[in-house]
């Protein structure tokens, strides 16, 4: 069967109310679908108007109706001040139903409360509320999340979409602060583990996340290339060597020593340090290089080395106060092991290396991360641009 895109626009509301965690775990643990590209937006009054006319002409029945008026009245800027949005993008067969299934209907708040399963995503965070007396006025409508009923509306809306993001930041800067001195950004990677399989452990990171009241003001989903994964971890392979080069070589002459029955000499004891210890902690280094980039060092021709890597993460971008601080406190130390309980990298984390998640440690660092991931660039547009390519 055909794999076609289809999406899913997370709305302003359910973004504020940080449940973007919530969602983005039910679609990939259920979807059977694989999430290639995803940017938050601040649609444009242009933009806005437009999809709500999408809607519209798509089923022209009461539900789409309202839905389209949803979108002019909470999608575009209002007093000025323009909203964030999450639009996320997603690749496999018949994605427009599948997507459709996890997301749900839409049904009246005045049902009985014990009938209300909370399966879908607008069961769980989605409102209908009507009139008691009159069933047919809706009192209060919040849909949670939107996303196409066919194909045909799918490709209509990436295009409109792929349009508008056109030469827009990939970071959304929507809300002046009191004292903008005491904001900071830092950068938070969900690594590769966490995508090997279809599985709720990004949104439920990002929920963990959530809980330091930072706001999200960026999202990608991000391949490094082997260059990038090379420049971004470069300062930890001198930290390696200096680590574990000593106590690699120690090791190795208390080895040798055992098994030959020999006493060694310091100078020995050196020698492995610069030799075996050494090599020890570049293997480490190049084992973070790979599993970052699904490449090893050495590798990789040298003409592809700044190719999109084989494996995925998501790179999400907090803004706040001590925005730093409060992300670290929540992901944990380094070692899984040695992490609080209720940490990421506790709950989530297998070892030093493969430790889920990674967040800037100074606000130094986050200016260097971003530089070197590119966060102003986004490849969901050139996603929808290739694929509407193939498909005319």
């Known amino acids: 069967m055909e794999q076609t895109l289809s999406y899913v626009l997370v709305t302003p509301y359910t973004i504020a109310k940080s449940r973007t965690g919530g969602v983005l775990a039910r679609l990939i643990s259920r979807a059977e679908l694989e999430l290639v590209g995803s940017q938050m937006i601040a649609a444009d009054e242009t933009l806005t108007k437009e999809f709500a006319n999408h809607l519209r002409l798509q089923n022209p029945n009461n539900a789409v109706t309202l839905l389209a008026d949803y979108v002019e009245q909470n999608l575009g800027p209002s007093g000025g001040r323009k909203h964030r949005a999450l639009l996320l993008l997603f690749r496999g067969e018949n994605p427009c139903g599948k997507l459709a299934a996890i997301c749900g209907h839409m049904h009246p708040e005045h049902q009985d409360v014990d009938d209300v399963t909370g399966e879908t995503i607008r069961d769980t965070y989605a409102d209908l509320i009507s009139d008691p007396e009159d069933p047919n006025k809706v009192t209060y409508f919040e849909p949670a999340v939107i996303t196409p009923r066919n194909q045909e509306w799918a490709d209509k809306d990436l295009a409109l979409f792929s349009r508008h993001l056109k030469g827009k930041e990939n970071i959304i800067r929507n809300i002046q602060y009191t004292d903008p001195t005491k904001i900071e950004q830092t950068l938070v990677i969900i690594k590769p583990d966490n995508w090997q399989y279809a599985s709720s452990k990004p949104?439920?990171?990002?929920?963990?996340?959530?809980?330091?009241?930072?706001?999200?003001?960026?999202i990608k989903v991000h391949r490094f290339s082997l260059a990038e994964a090379l420049d971004f971890y470069g300062p930890v392979e001198q930290a390696l060597r200096e680590k574990l080069a000593p106590l690699f070589g120690k090791k190795a002459r208390e080895v040798l020593e055992k098994d030959f029955n020999i006493q060694l000499s310091e100078d020995?004891?050196?020698?492995?340090?610069?030799?075996?210890?050494?090599?020890?902690?570049?293997?480490?280094?190049?084992?973070i290089i790979e599993f970052m980039s699904g490449t090893r060092t050495g590798k990789c021709p040298p003409?592809?080395?700044?190719?999109?890597?084989?494996?995925?993460?998501?790179?999400?971008?907090?803004?706040?106060e001590n925005a730093v601080k409060k992300i670290r406190d929540v992901?944990?130390?380094?070692?899984?092991?040695?992490?609080?309980?209720?940490?990421v990298r506790r709950e989530f984390g297998s070892n030093v290396m493969v430790n889920t998640a990674h967040a800037s440690d100074s606000a130094e660092s986050v200016e260097r991360e971003?530089?070197?991931?590119?966060?102003?660039?986004?490849?969901?547009?050139?996603?929808?641009?290739?694929?509407?390519?193939?498909?005319?």
């Open 203 to 218: 949104g439920t990171i990002i929920d963990m996340f959530s809980r330091t009241g930072l706001r999200i003001i960026g």
């Open 268 to 287: 020995v004891e050196k020698g492995l340090t610069e030799s075996f210890g050494v090599s020890y902690a570049k293997d480490q280094f190049d084992q």
């Open 303 to 320: 003409d592809e080395i700044s190719h999109p890597g084989v494996v995925k993460c998501m790179i999400l971008f907090y803004e706040g």
């Open 331 to 343: 992901l944990g130390p380094t070692d899984p092991l040695k992490a609080p309980g209720g940490t």
């Open 370 to 392: 971003k530089a070197i991931i590119k966060y102003n660039e986004n490849t969901l547009a050139s996603i929808i641009d290739a694929y509407l390519g193939v498909r005319k």
